[in-house]
């Protein structure tokens, strides 16, 4: 699904998702991914049952975000309190989303300069 035509230089808007995954930057990118405002990186999570709280927070802390938004699929799941404290503790909000919901907030923060990361589960 189109999300955004805008794609500013450098930033790495996400523009659609579906597909089993998204196109980011103009970028067509395959399976799950982990986006940052200036990189998109693969993500080996394929469902969120396989989300892995210690391999999150390596995989984010030292970006220096504030708030990590986690699509979880074709539908919202509940982030565990383990997944929780791990990324509070590594001083990381986290909020947990449908995938489509996660790359609308993720571009609308981004917009806004806010610190911030998504770990995106593709959707067919």
Not at 8 to 19: A, C, D, L
Not at 60 to 79: F, M, N
Request: glycine residues 10%; negative net charge; hydrophobic residues 50%.
């Amino acid at each position: 699904m189109e999300i955004t035509p805008l794609v500013e230089r450098g930033r790495q808007m996400i523009q659609s998702y579906g597909g089993g995954g998204f196109v980011i930057a103009g970028e067509r990118r395959t399976g799950s991914v982990l986006v940052f405002p200036d990189r998109t990186m693969p993500w080996a999570v394929r469902e969120f049952a396989e989300l892995a709280a210690p391999e999150l927070v390596e995989a984010t802390a030292a970006a220096a975000i504030e708030l990590l938004i986690v699509g979880s699929g074709g539908s919202a799941e509940p982030a565990s309190p383990a997944l929780r404290a791990a990324l509070r503790e590594a001083g990381i909000a986290v909020d947990v989303m449908a995938t489509g919901a996660a790359c609308r907030t993720f571009n609308v923060l981004l917009a806004e300069d806010r610190r911030l990361a998504a770990a995106l589960i593709a959707v067919d």
